[in-house]
């Protein structure tokens, strides 16, 4: 393979990268957390700078079928709390059938917090967004882990 060829190989892999994570910051991949009582506490971690800002979630929370209805509360930790921050729309389901499951209950905690109720009745798999801001702007960090309902 050539030079030319490798370099315009690496150059399209980075590219693409670039454009997966949608110039938004970098996603930390965690194991998964198994709610076995609720309320079910989800840490939501963010480290690091503006623009260069981490946000770490479990990638799957698995929703024991025992717990009916389940709370679901996603608690923000940061290294410097005053910067970040949860808002209205902080936490969304990507999947249609997810408003039959998933109800808000709202903001907690100082915006620090976000509550879900998750019936938990179909054994079935969501993917949702978390949005973490920046306090006083509009710049937002993602990440998108799964709820599993009946594990």
């Not at 996603?27 to 971690?45: F, K, Q, W, Y």
């Not at 480290?47 to 709370?71: C, F, I, L």
Request: glycine share 10%.
């Amino acid at each position: 393979m050539t030079k030319r060829a490798l370099a315009v190989m690496v150059g399209s892999a980075v590219v693409l990268f670039g454009c997966a994570t949608g110039g938004h910051g970098q996603r930390d991949h965690m194991s998964t957390l198994g709610c076995h009582v609720s309320p079910c506490n989800i840490e939501v971690a963010v480290s690091g700078t503006p623009p260069h800002v981490v946000v770490k979630v479990p990638d799957t929370v698995e929703v024991q079928a025992n717990v009916r209805p389940a709370m679901l509360r996603w608690h923000l930790t940061s290294t410097d709390p005053s910067k970040y921050e949860f808002r209205d729309d902080s936490i969304q389901f990507t999947e249609v059938a997810s408003g039959e499951q998933f109800s808000k209950v709202g903001l907690q905690g100082g915006n620090k917090e976000m509550v879900y109720k998750d019936a938990n009745t179909d054994g079935e798999q969501y993917r949702y967004l978390v949005k973490v801001y920046v306090r006083g702007t509009q710049d937002w960090y993602p990440s998108d882990p799964f709820i599993w309902n009946g594990r």
